[in-house]
């Protein structure tokens, strides 16, 4: 009797353990299904927003310093080091299937390029303004040009962690690198959603375009930052528990 019953109760908690583990299979695959979504919408975005920048930049009239400054500015934050960030995301399309060396390596080249390109249309504006940094873009741009500067000198160490862990602990130059490259990032897209704001992008893209431009640099800015910060907390955490 007692046999019986242990089969009946042994065959209940099988068809019980079945029905646990096909929500929870069908959960991760809604859960890839959406992150893979999102992933695509912010190429579209990014794709979107520097087509915009780069017709802005090529419309009737001389190439000036401001121009230069824009394509420049909008090739190296909102292309390259958008790529850059989302190139480490395990549900980028184009980076996905390949091995963690190899994605941070076109993380590094990737980020090296586009902060150049940054770098270089920030001081090209510098030189050629008298006044400085007294509007809100200008502001964002000083804070996105500072937090790009320190975290190339800062990805140095986090690419070389293991040979500097005497002198820095590899986790700390991990998270400190995702710190300052993800306050880089967000203040170069809210200097840009301020240059959107402009009278004469308003004037040229009517301010329908400039108020669509500035949602789609605050959307993809806000998807592309997500795994970013949850990297950041779970090595904080982990930091903390030791």
């Known amino acids: 009797m007692d046999k019986i ?3 009946e109760f042994d065959t209940e908690n099988m068809k019980n353990s079945k029905e646990i583990l096909v929500p929870d299979s069908s959960q991760d695959l809604k859960l890839n299904m959406f992150n893979t979504s999102m992933n695509l919408l912010s190429h579209i975005l990014i794709g979107s927003v520097v087509g915009i920048s780069v017709l802005y930049t090529f419309r009737a009239g001389n190439m000036d310093a401001t121009r230069i400054h824009i394509i420049l500015c909008v090739l190296g934050y909102q292309l390259l080091m958008a790529e850059a960030i989302l190139s480490l995301s395990p ?3 184009w980076s996905s299937s390949l091995k963690l060396v190899y994605k941070r390596r076109i993380h590094w080249v990737l980020q090296i ?9 920030s001081f090209i504006k510098i030189l050629d303004k008298e006044i400085h940094w007294n509007s809100l873009h200008g502001q964002f741009a000083l804070v996105a040009l500072v937090f790009t500067s320190v975290s190339m000198i800062n ?7 293991y040979e500097l862990r005497r002198i820095l602990p ?3 130059s991990k998270i400190t690198h995702i710190c300052f490259g993800t306050v880089a990032f967000v203040a170069a897209s809210t200097c840009l959603c301020y240059g959107f704001d402009k009278n004469s992008f308003r004037s040229w893209a009517t301010p329908e375009l400039a108020y669509m431009s500035i949602a789609f640099t605050a959307a993809f800015t806000f998807i592309i930052v ?3 910060l949850v990297l950041f907390v779970d090595k904080s955490l982990a930091v903390l528990k030791r």
């Not at 390029?113 to 249309?121: N, R």
């Not at 990805?155 to 962690?161: F, M, R, T």
């Open 170 to 172: 590899g986790t700390l």
């Open 5 to 7: 019953q242990n089969v």
């Open 113 to 121: 390029l586009g902060s150049g390109l940054a770098i270089a249309g």
């Open 226 to 228: 997500i795994n970013p």
């Open 155 to 161: 990805g140095l160490s986090s690419l070389y962690a």
């Open 91 to 93: 549900h980028n399309s």
